[in-house]
């Protein structure tokens, strides 16, 4: 039996139940050369029954058994293990494919022949709110074209989701890709993903929204925590390092970098008061230490922000933050009069 075109792959974890969705979503998909694979580990809200439902009706859809509580970084690479088709997709419980998606992704296939990856958009939704997902502006302006990292290095400054894109799976095992421990673990994957390719193309169209009822992360692995996230950009910038990136891609990583500290360390439930300061002043370090020859800063507030942190002037930092939320409340309360 022939491989399918894609591999869908979701970590089961539906704390907000919003797995049967998801699975629909793929289901009423108009193109139907793919699979799912549902993993399914023994994590608290990683619903079993609800993926052995959907794959005892559906024969595209597998639930895969893990016998521990992994988190969902392993649950991915069980899944990519798994997985049978020409390319891997990548989607979390909490997310809804439009409709002709996969049609839409074949369809660009078809006129680029083979990449390693296929990058495309997203929106996502939160609170009654839609707003896009931050690189709409760097995929319109990568053209039509199918190029390599050297050509784009820019697209380092996209934020590093592993769900807006599709990979090759003889990609991933080629490169021997994997989701390392810890939160944020899509960082070095897919930065990894990027550097190394050498035929990327870009469809410039919103295929997934995301619908996170909560600002938090999902389910790392067990012992995980925000400090993850710096270890895992470290990994991002020793791999910089042994493929003699160059100066843009160096560049435009670390803006990318910044702002992800920015903000988790701005959005609540992120970052527990308590450990602020320590926060913050790792995040100072890794300006210091990363900061390319020439870096230019964002102009407006963000740049503030970014001088700020540079200095690791963290009480500055947390007066200026306090002043704009308190900017923010006088404007809001004078346009309700």
């Known amino acids: 039996m022939p ?23 793929l289901l009423a998909q108009s193109f139907r050369d793919f699979e799912v694979v549902v993993v399914v580990d023994r994590s608290p809200g990683s619903p079993a029954q609800l993926a052995d439902r959907y794959a005892a009706r559906h024969p595209q859809v597998c639930a895969l058994h893990l016998d521990a ?25 909490d997310h809804l494919l439009a409709r002709d998606a996969l049609s839409s992704l074949a369809d660009r296939l078809a006129v680029t022949g083979p990449v390693d990856l296929l990058l495309f958009g997203h929106t996502r939704h ?6 896009p997902g ?20 820019e697209l380092l400054g996209a934020p590093a989701l592993v769900w807006d894109r599709l990979v090759a799976r003889a990609h991933w095992r080629d490169q021997g890709l994997a989701f390392p421990a810890g939160r944020y673990e899509e960082i070095p994957p897919v930065h990894r993903a990027v ?24 389910t790392g692995s067990p012992g995980s925590s925000s400090f993850d996230l710096f270890e895992q ?62 870096h230019r800063r964002p102009a407006g507030r963000e740049g503030v922000k970014f001088s700020l942190l540079a200095g690791g002037a963290y009480p500055a930092f947390e007066v200026a933050k306090l002043s704009h939320i308190a900017a ?3 404007t809001g309360a004078a346009r309700r009069r």
């Not at 690479?77 to 990548?90: K, T």
């Not at 550097?195 to 999902?218: F, G, K, N």
């Not at 988790?264 to 002043?281: I, K, M, S, Y």
Request: overall charge neutral; hydrophobic content about 45%.
């Open 69 to 93: 509580a992994v988190g969902v970084g392993v649950s991915r690479d069980a899944g990519a293990a798994r997985a049978g088709g020409d390319y891997l997709l990548f989607l979390d419980a």
């Open 328 to 330: 923010g409340a006088l």
């Open 134 to 153: 931050g690189a709409e502006a760097l995929l319109a302006a990568a053209g039509p074209e199918v190029f390599g990292p050297q050509d784009r290095p």
């Open 126 to 131: 939160h609170g009654g709110r839609e707003w």
């Open 195 to 218: 550097l190394t390719a050498r035929r990327i193309a870009v469809l410039p169209r919103d295929l997934v929204q995301l619908r996170r009822r909560e600002t938090v992360h999902p």
């Open 233 to 294: 950009y470290e990994r991002t910038f020793e791999l910089l390092a042994e493929l003699d990136a160059p100066d843009a891609a160096r560049d435009a990583l670390f803006t990318r970098m910044v702002r992800h500290y920015l903000f988790v360390f701005d959005l609540a439930g992120c970052v527990a008061r308590a450990e602020r300061p320590q926060f913050f002043h790792r995040a100072a370090e890794h300006y210091r230490r990363f900061q390319p020859p020439g």
């Open 3 to 25: 491989s399918p075109l894609f591999s869908v792959v979701i970590p089961a974890y539906d704390q907000q139940k919003q797995l049967a969705d998801c699975l629909d979503s």
